[in-house]
């Protein structure tokens, strides 16, 4: 199976190219460039993960072309007869990974490409320990999918509810696919109507009240990279369009300038709305959404993630300084809970569990912290725990009003029937309807 990786050969001899091509071909998409010429409107045109180069291409010195090759992110290894110490120090001054010579090329080469698909990997594989914490097989499968594609200059959309880890995910797949490159991040709810062109176009001094001096727009600080727009639904219909207008043609003109500026970046968009009931009330440009969305990931809420809950927990412990325990009780109670705000609330909620007193997390503690009824008295495997921090009067009111709820649902509300299963006097047990507030 094919990693699925783009080469651009640049080789001025037939032969050598040949060669070169047999052996990329089991890990990807090759490409040729004959000179320098053509190597640098190739290298314009598109992005490649790895650039070969040779730095003899008849009269020209391919040596000066590293530089762009590193700048625009791609993989840099030269191959060459030339073994100058001169010339080699300078193509790893340049940025260069490797300098190969041409003799053992087929020895060689695989080892280096294996190396920089492994890096990847390698990367992938921390930040499903580190960042992006999940053991839900279909998600793993998905970001994999996402993270073996070639990102430079497409576009990513993100949907899914509040915190579950969107913008997290943007930069994930920005770190893992070209990391070299600037990540330029925009909320845009965060911006002000009147102030959002400029935040994205930048501005000539002197262009309006207050603009003091020339500012460059997030367009042109992610030229060559990512640019991450979160809240995406929240931009203002004319923005839209002229974002549209800039993405189509790869220009735009910051405020009060009459000169065009490139833009070529990885445009990744993010969202919990939805939008497409926002396009069927005219809310949101349906073209915009069709540019932007050349690919589309959905992140599930934490309920339907309710395996990771525990992982999650034990991942927020570690970043706190004071160690706690959470009972399997509590646990229970977590995965039953809706997490309305997903993974953030989580981790909120695990900050405060490190502040409780006793160290001890049981049902009634997170029923307290997130407003739900534990409906159950503790289990008889924790009641100690429970007693020492609760104290004996509490256990057992516990247990009166669970036995009570018991029996007037066993007893369809007859009071009298309740009264004499539960063997107790009939103040004992109006006593306990009116201190739990029980309805019958």
């Not at 609330?345 to 739900?372: F, P, Y």
Request: proline share 2%; with cysteine.
């Amino acid at each position: 199976m094919k990693a699925n990786l783009s080469f651009l050969i640049i080789e001025d001899d037939k032969y050598a190219r040949l060669n070169l091509r047999e052996i990329l071909q089991p890990y990807g998409i090759t490409e040729e460039a004959v000179d320098l010429e053509m190597a640098r409107n190739k290298l314009s045109e598109r992005f490649y993960d790895i650039v070969i180069t040779d730095i003899e291409l008849g009269d020209e010195n391919g040596v000066d072309l590293i530089e762009s090759i590193v700048r625009k992110g791609s993989y840099c290894i030269v191959v060459s007869s030339f073994e100058g110490d001169e010339i080699i120090e300078k193509a790893y001054a340049l940025g260069a990974r490797h300098y190969l010579s041409k003799f053992k090329l087929k020895d060689q080469l695989p080892v280096y490409v294996q190396k920089f698909i492994h890096s990847r990997s390698a990367r992938f594989e921390k930040i499903l320990k580190t960042d992006f914490i999940t053991q839900d097989e279909q998600l793993i499968n998905d970001l994999r999918r996402l993270c073996e594609v070639n990102w430079k200059n497409q576009n990513l959309f993100i949907s899914g509810p509040t915190g579950t880890g969107k913008s997290l995910l943007g930069k994930l797949i920005h770190e893992i696919t070209h990391p070299e490159a600037n990540l330029v991040h925009l909320n845009c709810s965060e911006v002000a109507e009147n102030l959002l062109e400029s935040e994205l176009f930048g501005h000539e001094k002197g262009a309006f009240t207050g603009a003091d001096q020339k500012k460059d727009g997030k367009l042109k600080q992610a030229h060559g990279g990512t640019l991450f727009l979160d809240e995406v639904a929240t931009m203002p219909l004319s923005m839209q369009q002229k974002l549209l207008k800039a993405l189509d043609e790869k220009t735009f003109y910051p405020v009060g300038s009459i000169r065009p500026e490139k833009c070529e970046f990885t445009l990744i968009t993010a969202t919990c709305e939805d939008l497409t009931k926002k396009m069927e009330n005219k809310e949101f440009r349906e073209d915009f959404f069709h540019r932007i969305s050349g690919f589309q990931f959905h992140l599930k809420s934490l309920a339907e993630r309710s395996n990771d809950i525990e992982l999650l927990i034990r991942h927020f412990q570690k970043s706190s300084g004071r160690r706690y325990v959470v009972k399997a009780e509590a646990y229970e109670l977590f995965k039953k809970y809706s997490w309305p705000g997903n993974i953030r609330e989580l981790r909120k909620t695990c900050e405060r569990l490190s502040q409780n007193i006793s160290g001890v997390v049981d049902a009634s503690l997170v029923g307290q912290m997130l407003g739900i009824e534990t409906k159950s008295a503790p289990s008889s495997e924790g009641w100690e725990d429970y007693v020492f921090e609760h104290g004996l009067k509490s256990y057992i009111g516990k247990l009166e009003k669970k036995a009570v709820e018991e029996a007037l649902k066993r007893n369809n509300g007859k009071i009298t029937a309740c009264i004499k299963d539960l063997k107790i006097s009939s103040s004992a047990f109006y006593r306990i309807l009116q201190e739990n507030q029980l309805q019958f």
